[in-house]
């Protein structure tokens, strides 16, 4: 809202300038409708900013919604979790809570009930789900949670569903394609599988829906058959209120339920956990903290609009010098002139950002509805991805692109109204003493050298690099008279890609992926600083190509920078991303340490494969697997750049023997920066209670579970590609402390040779039906751990294209300014007997030879950043890079820009002499 009434009071201003001024209003006026055309392209530049902004801004509020709703949804009424850390207790604590005086008039209701993982096999159907939560409730107690809707119309809240019954939730129904009436078998943490009959299937809509997986809902006489005990591992109490209300009553009466608890005698330690609350505030943490991702990669985009918007202003003023001479000649104040230029750009700004509403809402609209391709979120709870277009995103989205549009008119033109009024009526370059800075304005570069000196040696991550280019730009601006301006340009282009890079070489990966703007603020800094090095010695070139190809970028060094960089910036991050994509690629034999399949069971710590099957295997390893699930908080996010406070997560856990750890088989991909080889990692992770190993968090994170005894601290010091045992794995001395129990195993198998880890896999599967065994090939699993980011990555195509779309619209932009600008130079190249072919070549080759400074430019800063990411991201991976992706963009970018250019060319080459002899009077 701020932004909202900052643009109102700007425009305001502007329309009180345009009603005190009326001659310069009609002046600008008369300057944006004289050309349409032109106004046309200039306003098409000038959209990006709008839609890239409406674009991050759609994506942001939809995702959250979305996400946000359905965790709502999931939990239902249920909003604090009462347990032992999945130990069974006495089933009347339940009731004990909901009797206390400490919690009258507070609670909703309180119910027991016992959650558990396991296996879910439908016997008339012969299908099998090895991931199944099992969630036995009491009936009794239900009527305060909601009563469970039925696919057939009926609800229930269990008290008619007999012992030997169960429901099922729809997402289990469907994977199962099961029915009313089927058989099914159940089997969990080690207990002997009990049968049931399917009495219903829940939708999801309240209780139904809870946990947002695929369910068993049981009665307490039911899941006794199967835990062979009626003790229970939970109750689950609802506070009053509803929606965000509700969180925070159930927040604060967690202290007083702990109270309570602890009058109550118990064997086991237990916990209160305000479990709704704090699954809500890390979805919101978690949206919060990839907003930025996505508002960066945008911001990249509106860089580069905006080079082109400063490239378009210096254009029209440079077409304009004789009139706006002429202008000052008359009287008319330099104040005056940036006016006239503010208010030409007002109309320019508003309508672009108007109109740059539309595709933004276009992308963000592609953009969310491929959003669960890469949002593993949203897999996890189910959501319905919902669209969200708010009035205020829009209005923030036009505000923000006009602001932008109109502030970078502004500093242009105040560049540009600076003239000498005889050399621009005769449409000559100003003279080199024309224009002196004064003191106050070297003072005030002192200054601001300083504060970049400061900001260097003490400030970090992104204040570092700003400081510097402070610096070396400081020294630059200092040096203006006392070196050529191409030497000099060259000097300060090079110090500050020296110290850019040397600066961004030196931070760890931790400091990178928590702090966004360091990369953010490298790409752009970068792209400029090689540009301004292109550009200034872009006469090297004459060695190789006609002089005539050459000779206005020359003149022009800021506008072959802007294009430079305009272009430079996107294709910067195609580079980045290439490099990424390519050197992050799974190593299938390497990544997965030989083995072909995984086998993994969650109800048997043993299994026995049928002879047929366990001759075609070459070696094995065995791991004691458990799920651990409850509250978890992490120093870096597993989904984004963290940390994330405590919320309720499933984590698989790997228990590894000493003999195991002795002897590892099991491939690391990366691991702290602080062991020199693979045999430290393993000896600390033999010998450290709280070093573990993780296929989703990098290394360096600590992730903290709760334990018997309160949070238990586990420091990842190494990890495996995305994919391959996701989750912690360590020693048993390691994971003891979370009292965890390991009723599962996983079988690592490496297959003999000729035989197809699909088909052994799938032959597994059929073997061991109705145990719910999954098997798996290991290459099926990397994949699925890398094609969360690049789902992202081909969703960002659209953003890029944008992009390159707007360094490709600057060549034409340029191209056809030029036509305008050039009519006296271009009529007497005609009169003295230039052929259309060589003014048709000379527009060509200047557009390309632009093309080609941004693409070396962008190809050198991608594959910078490219390499040291990586090399932080995946120590010991070898940088690669998708060259046929890179060469196909850069071949568009080529295609592109001579397509744009071709039509002011030919508009060139067509002049007539005898029209030209008249351009030059």
């Not at 002997?192 to 999801?204: H, K, M, Q, S």
């Not at 990966?509 to 200034?536: E, K, M, N, R, Y």
């Not at 580079?575 to 034999?589: N, Q, W």
């Given at each position: ?157 269990g008290l008619d569903v007999p012992p030997d019954s169960v429901l099922i939730s729809e997402t289990l129904a469907e994977s199962l394609q099961a029915k009313k009436g089927d058989a099914i078998r159940i089997a969990a943490n080690g207990f002997a599988p009990a049968d ?311 931070l760890s990966w931790t400091l990178i992926q928590s702090d966004l703007l360091v990369t953010v603020g490298l790409l752009p800094l970068a792209t400029i600083a090689l540009s301004l090095v292109a550009a200034s010695n872009i006469r090297l070139v004459e060695r190789v ?377």
């Amino acid at each position: 809202m701020i932004l909202i009434a900052f643009f109102v009071l700007v425009y305001a201003a502007i329309g009180a300038i345009a009603w005190r001024r009326p001659l310069l209003a009609r002046l600008a006026v008369r300057e944006a409708v004289r050309r349409p055309w032109q106004s046309v392209l200039v306003v098409a530049g000038l959209t990006i900013g709008t839609s890239m902004i409406l674009m991050s801004s759609i994506m942001s509020d939809s995702v959250t919604t979305s996400l946000s709703l359905a965790t709502y949804q999931s939990w239902g009424r249920v909003d604090i979790l009462v347990s032992a850390n999945g130990r069974f207790f006495s089933p009347s604590i339940a009731s004990e809570l909901a009797n206390s005086s400490r919690l009258h008039d507070k609670l909703r209701g309180a119910q027991a009930g016992v959650e558990l993982f396991g296996v879910a096999a439908d016997l008339d159907r012969r299908l099998d789900n090895p991931s199944v939560r099992l969630i036995g409730f009491d009936a009794v107690s239900q009527a305060p949670f909601g009563a469970f809707t039925l696919a057939d119309g009926r609800t229930t809240n269990g008290l008619d569903v007999p012992p030997d019954s169960v429901l099922i939730s729809e997402t289990l129904a469907e994977s199962l394609q099961a029915k009313k009436g089927d058989a099914i078998r159940i089997a969990a943490n080690g207990f002997a599988p009990a049968d049931f009959e399917v009495f219903g299937i829940a939708t999801r809509h309240g209780p139904g829906d809870y946990g947002a997986q695929p369910a068993v809902f049981a009665t307490l006489p039911a899941m006794s058959r199967l835990t062979g005990t009626s003790q229970i591992n939970v109750v689950r109490l609802s506070a009053l209120g509803d929606g965000r209300q509700e969180l925070e009553n159930s927040q604060q009466i967690a202290p007083a339920v702990a109270a309570a608890l602890s009058e109550m005698p118990s064997d086991v330690h237990i916990q209160v956990v305000t479990a709704k609350a704090d699954d809500v505030n890390e979805i919101e943490k978690l949206a919060a903290q990839n907003a930025p991702i996505n508002f960066a990669l945008s911001s990249i985009i509106v860089l580069a609009g905006i080079a082109l918007v400063v490239n378009l202003a210096l254009a029209l003023a440079e077409e304009r010098r004789p009139h706006l001479a002429v202008l000052r000649a008359l009287g008319l104040t330099r104040a005056g002139l940036v006016m006239t230029t503010l208010l030409e750009g007002a109309v320019y700004s508003l309508a672009a950002a108007a109109i740059g509403a539309v595709p933004g809402l276009g992308a963000g609209w592609l953009m969310v509805a491929n959003s669960g391709r890469w949002i593993p979120e949203l897999h996890e709870k189910g959501a319905t991805i919902l669209l969200v277009i708010s009035t205020q995103a829009i209005l923030v989205s036009i505000a923000a692109g006009a602001l932008v549009t109109l502030l970078t008119l502004l500093v242009a033109s105040l560049r540009t109204t600076r003239l000498s009024i005889a050399s621009a009526v005769r449409s000559l370059p100003d003279l080199p003493g024309a224009r002196q800075s004064g003191n106050w304005v070297k003072i005030a570069i002192v200054a601001l050298g300083a504060v970049g000196l400061v900001a260097a040696a003490i400030g970090d991550g992104s204040v570092r690099l700003l400081g510097g280019v402070g610096v070396i730009a400081m020294c630059g601006l200092l040096l203006d008279g006392r070196l050529p301006d191409r030497v000099r340009a060259t000097l300060v282009g090079i110090a500050a890609v020296i110290w850019l890079f040397g600066v961004y070489a030196t931070l760890s990966w931790t400091l990178i992926q928590s702090d966004l703007l360091v990369t953010v603020g490298l790409l752009p800094l970068a792209t400029i600083a090689l540009s301004l090095v292109a550009a200034s010695n872009i006469r090297l070139v004459e060695r190789v190509v006609p002089r005539t190809l050459v000779a206005q970028l020359t003149r022009r060094t800021s506008r072959l920078v802007l294009a430079a960089t305009a272009l430079g910036l996107v294709l910067s991050l195609v580079t980045f991303i290439g490099v990424f994509l390519a050197s992050t690629m799974p190593d299938y034999g390497k990544d997965a340490g030989g083995y072909d399949v995984s086998v993994a069971t969650s109800g048997s710590t043993s299994f026995r494969l049928p002879p047929t099957l366990q001759s075609k295997i070459a070696d094995q390893l065995s791991i004691s697997t458990g799920t651990y699930f409850g509250p978890v908080r992490s120093t870096l996010s597993d989904r984004g750049p963290g940390p994330l406070d405590w919320h309720q997560q499933a984590v698989p856990l790997y228990a590894m023997t000493d003999d195991q750890l002795a002897r590892p088989k099991l491939p690391l991909s990366s691991y702290d920066a602080r062991f020199t080889n693979e045999a430290a990692v393993w000896a600390s992770l033999r010998n450290e209670p709280d070093a573990v190993l993780s296929g989703t968090y990098p290394a360096g994170t600590v992730v903290a579970l709760m334990g018997k005894n309160g949070p238990v601290p586990l420091r990842v010091i190494a990890r495996f590609s995305p994919g391959f045992l996701t989750g912690l794995v360590g020693s048993s001395r390691a994971l003891d402390a979370l009292g965890a129990d390991y009723p599962g195993t996983t079988l690592l198998l490496r297959l003999k040779p000729g035989v197809d880890p699909a088909g052994f896999a799938f032959d597994v599967r059929r073997s061991q039906y109705p145990t719910g065994v999954e098997a798996v090939t290991t290459r099926e699993l990397l994949d699925q751990g890398s094609a969360i980011f690049r789902n992202y990555i081909g969703e960002l195509e659209l953003v890029l294209i944008a992009g390159l779309g707007v360094g490709v619209l600057s060549l034409g932009v340029l191209a056809l300014r030029a036509v305008v600008e050039r009519r006296r130079s271009i009529g007497l190249l005609r009169a003295v007997g230039y052929q259309p072919r060589q003014l048709l070549t000379a527009v060509m080759g200047e557009s390309l030879l632009t093309a080609a400074t941004g693409v070396v430019v962008g190809v050198a800063v991608g594959l910078f950043v490219g390499f040291a990411v990586i090399s932080r991201y995946e120590p010991g991976h070898a940088v690669t890079i998708q060259l046929d992706a890179l060469a196909v963009a850069v071949a568009l970018i080529f295609v592109t820009a001579a397509l744009v250019t071709l039509p002011p060319a030919i508009a060139v080459a067509r002049t007539a002499p005898a029209e030209a002899l008249r351009l030059i009077d």
